[in-house]
């Protein structure tokens, strides 16, 4: 499967953005689909995942309550709704997907996922 990001970009202090990984090559409902942000000397760090199966959703405690993971089927596009945008949630995300049906321990990892997206920048200023 191919991901592709998008949706990031600039915006203020409290604004929102939608994120889309769109997937072509396979039927994206069949992965478990996750979003990581990276800053530059930073590592990896998860932000939601959404399970392939049930749909079940896991968040980052800096993500819940503002960050909702979800999915199109038709559309075979994972998106991430960002929400009371922080300084904070300024990096590169990237969305990434895997075939195995994660438990939910495991949804938060990143060598967990086998296919990524290239990412997509989103700055939040103050």
């Known amino acids: 499967v191919q991901l592709q990001a998008s949706g990031g970009g600039l915006v203020q202090t409290g604004g929102s953005l939608r994120l889309s990984c769109s997937a072509s090559?396979?039927?994206?409902?069949?992965?478990?689909a996750g979003w990581f942000r990276q800053v530059p000397g930073m590592e990896r760090e998860f932000v939601a995942a959404?399970?392939?199966?049930?749909?079940?959703?896991d968040y980052a405690d800096s993500a819940k309550g503002r960050f909702t993971i979800s999915r199109d089927k038709a559309k075979n596009t994972v998106f991430l709704q960002m929400n009371s945008l922080k300084p904070e949630d300024t990096a590169v995300y990237y969305c990434?997907?895997?075939?195995?049906?994660?438990?939910?321990?495991?949804?938060?990892?990143?060598?967990?996922?086998?296919?990524w997206g290239q990412g997509t920048q989103v700055t939040v200023s103050s």
């Open positions: 959404i399970r392939r199966t049930d749909g079940m959703s």
């Open positions: 990434a997907g895997t075939p195995r049906n994660l438990i939910k321990s495991s949804m938060s990892g990143s060598n967990e996922y086998d296919y």
């Open positions: 090559g396979r039927t994206f409902s069949g992965y478990t």
